[in-house]
C-alpha cells in the first residue's frame, strides 16, 4: 500500500478520540508496512505543513487508542486523548459531552473528523 492509500481492509477501522481515521492516516500506514521511505517523506511533508522538526524515527504510530506501543508525538500531549482516556471511552463520539470546546477547536482544522463522530453517533 503506498503511504496516501488509506489501509481500508487492514483491519476494522480505527477512529481516534477526535475522529480521525487511524487507518487512513500516512503515519500509521507507514507504521504497519514498516516504511522508512515512507517516514522520511511524511516526517519532511508534516515538518514543511506544521512548521515544526519531525523526523523520520518520530513517524511511527499504531494509532491513539493503542495502549502499548508507540504512538506519534502530538498524540502524547494531547488534550482529546487525555480526556478520552480518563472517560474510558471508545472516541468522543461515545461521551455524554460531545462535543465539548476541545473538539470544537478541532473540528474548525479538521470537520472531517466531525463528520466521523456525527456518523457513529447515529449508530
Partial sequence: VA??????GYMKQII?????EC?????????????????KRIAADWSKQYHAEIKPEDIYCKGCLNESGRI???C?????R????????ANCAACGDYPCAQLEDFFAMAP????TLEGLRKR
Fill in 72 to 74: 506519534f508525538g502530538h
Fill in 82 to 89: 487525555k480526556c478520552g482516556r480518563e472517560k474510558k471511552v
Fill in 112 to 115: 472531517h473528523a466531525r463528520e
Fill in 23 to 39: 487507518n487512513d492516516c500516512p503515519a500509521f500506514i507507514a507504521t504497519i508496512n514498516d516504511d522508512a521511505a515512507a517516514r
Fill in 16 to 20: 481516534s478520540y477526535c475522529g480521525l
Fill in 3 to 8: 503511504d496516501n492509500q488509506p489501509l481500508r
Fill in 76 to 80: 502524547a500531549v494531547c488534550g482529546i
